[in-house]
């Protein structure tokens, strides 16, 4: 089993709806998670970072931490073509180092 | 602010030679990363570096070797390269224990 999972994609959502994103992770102890945005070629860029459970709010993105699921998930509300792209989570189970999940590939459709 | 910063952007080498990437992370960030990232592919953690001492190591070939120098740039060495290692490398930075920042990243064909 992989440490972090997600579902690849494609996602397509139209321009204005919401677009969920899930992730698991199967580190129990693990106590930071990330979401980063990729665009194709580029370096990931840091969206959101949640370290408690519940729900955390930044613009149109929200985080969304289960800890006792082992589940976090990102929201984007009033989402844009410019949103496009393939998010990436990230769980730092042990401060040492990052591990990321496949991504999912979103298309926000105009 | 100032940025990790990766060199080169573009490397083309071919099989069996050797090739040298080049990280300088974030001022004050005492910790570096090295990712590979195949096209497609989700980044793959390779070698983790506190304070100069390799702290983590992923899924780093034996033909691959990394280290952090006194001024707290690290260097990633690959040797007799093969086709697939062509793929691009991401070095980040953090300090310890907060946010991992990127660099831009250095694309490595093997022809």
């Known amino acids: 089993q992989k440490e972090v999972e997600q579902n690849s994609g494609p996602l397509s959502v139209p321009e204005g709806a919401i677009a969920s994103l899930n992730c698991t992770y199967s580190?129990?102890?693990?106590?930071?998670f990330f979401w980063y945005r990729q665009y194709s070629g580029k370096s990931p860029e840091l969206i959101m970072s949640?370290?408690?459970?519940g729900d955390k709010e930044d613009g149109r993105f929200t985080a969304q931490l289960n800890k006792a699921s082992q589940y976090v998930s990102l929201l984007i509300r009033d989402s844009q073509p410019s949103d496009s792209a393939t998010y990436l989570c990230?769980?730092?189970?042990?401060?040492?180092?990052?591990?990321f999940g496949a991504g999912t590939r979103l298309t926000v459709k105009p | 602010a100032a940025g990790v910063i990766q060199s080169p952007r573009h490397l083309i080498k071919e099989k069996r030679e050797t090739a040298t990437l080049k990280c300088y992370p974030i001022?004050?960030?005492?910790?570096v990363y090295w990712y590979q990232q195949g096209p497609g592919q989700d980044p793959q953690f390779l070698i983790s570096?506190?304070?100069?001492?390799?702290?983590d190591k992923g899924s780093i070939p034996d033909r691959f070797s990394a280290q952090q120098f006194s001024d707290y740039h690290s260097e990633l060495n690959m040797s007799s390269l093969e086709l697939g290692d062509s793929a691009l490398y991401f070095c980040?930075?953090?300090?310890?224990?907060?946010?991992?920042?990127f660099g831009e990243g250095s694309w490595l064909t093997v022809v």
């Open positions: 990230a769980v730092n189970p042990n401060n040492n180092d990052m591990r």
């Open positions: 001022p004050r960030h005492d910790t």
């Open positions: 980040a930075s953090s300090s310890r224990g907060n946010t991992i920042y």
């Open positions: 949640i370290y408690s459970n």
């Open positions: 580190d129990r102890g693990s106590q930071s």
């Open positions: 570096f506190y304070e100069k001492m390799q702290s």
